[in-house]
T-cell receptor, first 111, second 116 residues
Framework: QKEVEQNSGPLSVPEGAIASLNCTYS??????FFWYRQYSGKSPELIMS????GDKEDGRFTAQLNKASQYVSLLIRDSQPSDSATYLC???????????FGKGITLSVRP | GAVVSQHPSRVICKSGTSVKIECRSL??????MFWYRQFPKQSLMLMAT?????????EQGVEKDKFLINHASLTLSTLTVTSAHPEDSSFYIC????????????FGPGTRLTVL
């Protein structure tokens, strides 16, 4: 059973702080990793994908991948109230690029 | 790019009726589409994988005769909930795999189904 675990939440940070979201996975073969953001009542939205070890930055978001330790993290700098959402990590498993999702961590950014 | 639409966004129906939900990739061709269901405050649950021109692959516990999937073209997949009952009320979301072999899935906006 290929699994994804996300650090327990919910996570609450003050506006302007760095939010750190972590995810560990069990499948050593995975080459692609994704972070999705889901606002309440909405569908998931892709915010980051990462394929290589190291950091990938996109605006205020940085994804970090460590394949040896089997974890992927998402850092959100200068957190804003609009970042308040549930963040899902995912990686493909099995045939047809089926994604396995973590249960998600809910982030709340306090004004 | 990579926009996925769903129609309808919201539907309310009586118990026993069938409801069809459409999922379209608007600016790319999607050989593979996925159908998910999400109950309130729960995580996404994959229902089935839809491949253009072939039968869908259903996840364990999902009744294929109740949730009919058709993927007749590279831009359209449909999910029909047959003889819907109140327990089928949920948020149904489709996604389409982008091109380039990156396994990236782009989600539609979802369809909220309420069965009375």
């Amino acid at each position: 059973q290929k699994e994804v675990e996300q650090n327990s939440g919910p996570l609450s940070v003050p506006e302007g702080a760095i939010a750190s979201l972590n995810c560990t996975y069990s499948d050593r073969v995975s080459q692609s990793f994704f972070w999705y953001r889901q606002y309440s009542g909405k569908s998931p939205e892709l915010i980051m994908s990462i394929y290589s070890n190291g950091d990938k930055e996109d605006g205020r978001f940085t994804a970090q991948l460590n394949k040896a330790s089997q974890y992927v993290s998402l850092l959100i700098r200068d957190s804003q109230p609009s970042d308040s959402a549930t963040y899902l990590c995912a990686f493909p498993t099995g045939a047809n690029s089926k994604l396995t999702f973590g249960k998600g961590i809910t982030l709340s950014v306090r004004p | 790019g990579a926009v996925v639409s769903q129609h309808p966004s919201r539907v309310i129906c009586k118990s026993g009726t069938s409801v069809k939900i459409e999922c379209r990739s608007l600016d790319f061709q999607a050989t593979t589409m996925f159908w998910y269901r999400q109950f309130p405050k729960q995580s996404l649950m994959l229902m089935a994988t839809s491949n253009e021109g072939s039968k869908a692959t259903y996840e364990q516990g999902v009744e294929k005769d109740k949730f009919l999937i058709n993927h007749a073209s590279l831009t359209l997949s449909t999910l029909t909930v047959t003889s819907a009952h109140p327990e089928d009320s949920s948020f149904y979301i489709c996604s389409a795999e982008g091109t380039g072999g990156t396994d990236t899935q782009y989600f539609g906006p979802g369809t909220r189904l309420t069965v009375l």
